[in-house]
């Protein structure tokens, strides 16, 4: 039993004795949550602006709502529309291999290229000036994670929310999963209800309804697909084996699912854990005792090992927007411009 379960409502007697433990300790946090928004409210607490316009991409649960594949998706938008973005992360976790990066960010450099600046400091307004004075060319920075990071002033505040869990199972951490409460989405510009393949459309309805109650800007709709599209022939009615280190493993389960694929094993992660090599043969091992005929990750996972099995498929994922595009687009271009054609890099 993990503590998402717990969270959900599982775990029987033993997991309700957890969830009344779990709901004090939340009480603190919410108490830190209510006195940082007052700070900045009240101005205590000061925001520092950047020299280009800033959109933040952030959430208001812990747990993957897609933010990876939703800054490639802007990214490539605002580069087909001449800009030069640039991306600043707090790199959970820590950088890999001894680079500067960490697996969200080598997955970013994988799907949009190294040409791409990126700068990764949890003091975000210094790694903001960095990445601006070792690239003078970028003209929008892409704040990864943002929404509860409010030092940098930002011009755009998108927030995305998991279609299969879009408020945390109502409670604040450790409880739920909810950073902050949900009224905190009225600081929001617009929103991205993402993964709504994953829910029926009237699931999908009722969360934008209530996001819509609280968020004044656009709210865009999307849906996770996986790249490239002949993994389908790959994995249909393959017997596999998956491994995942993120923030929302049931998604993961979920699309392998969708591509037709037969889960006969799994070893779950911590978001963000690195295994051992070695490791990776004991679940070479453990896959062809289940019978798989592979074992299947994701890129977020695969990017932090020089070598990885032989058997072993790589999943990636992008997001497509299925509704609310042009809306949401629209909002982007107020701040950074309207669209001038793809422009050379400088």
Not at 87 to 94: E, N, S
Not at 121 to 134: F, S, W
Not at 230 to 254: H, M, T
Request: a neutral charge; proline letters at 5%; hydrophobic letters at 45%.
């Amino acid at each position: 039993m993990n503590l998402r379960e717990i969270q959900r409502g599982g775990g029987g007697i033993t997991g309700a004795v957890a969830r009344a433990g779990l709901r004090v300790v939340s009480w603190g946090w919410a108490a830190g949550a209510v006195a940082k928004s007052a700070a900045y409210g009240l101005g205590l607490r000061r925001t520092t602006r950047m020299a280009v316009p800033v959109i933040s991409v952030g959430n208001l649960a812990v747990g993957g709502t897609g933010k990876t594949p939703f800054v490639v998706w802007l990214a490539m938008r605002l580069i087909a529309a001449g800009r030069t973005p640039g991306i600043l992360a707090r790199g959970y976790g820590g950088a890999l291999s001894g680079g500067a990066l960490n697996d969200e960010g080598l997955v970013l450099r994988h799907m949009l290229g190294a040409t791409i600046p990126q700068e990764q400091d949890p003091d975000r307004v210094r790694g903001g000036r960095a990445l601006l004075a070792r690239h003078p060319e970028v003209d929008v920075i892409l704040l990864d994670d943002g929404f509860q990071h409010r030092r940098i002033a930002r011009d755009l505040d998108i927030v995305l929310l998991d279609a299969t869990e879009p408020f945390g199972f109502g409670f604040l951490l450790p409880r739920g999963r909810l950073r902050e409460r949900p009224r905190a989405l009225r600081r929001a510009d617009a929103a991205v209800l993402t993964r709504t393949e994953r829910v029926s459309e009237s699931a999908a309805d009722i969360a934008a309804a209530r996001i819509q109650g609280l968020v004044s800007g656009p709210l865009a709709r999307a849906r996770t697909d996986t790249v490239p599209a002949s993994l389908a022939d790959e994995l249909g009615g393959a017997r596999v084996f998956a491994v995942c280190g993120i923030g929302n493993p049931d998604a993961f389960l979920g699309s392998l699912a969708d591509l037709g694929a037969d889960v006969v094993g799994r070893r779950i992660l911590w978001d963000h854990e690195v295994l051992p090599a070695s490791t990776w043969q004991d679940i070479a091992v453990e896959a062809r005792a289940a019978d798989a005929e592979c074992v299947v990750t994701t890129r977020k996972d695969a990017v932090k090992y020089d070598v990885l099995p032989a058997e072993t498929v790589v999943v990636d994922i992008e997001t497509v927007l299925v509704t609310g595009e042009a809306d949401l687009w629209a909002a982007i271009e107020r701040v950074v411009g309207a669209p001038q054609g793809h422009a050379p890099r400088a």
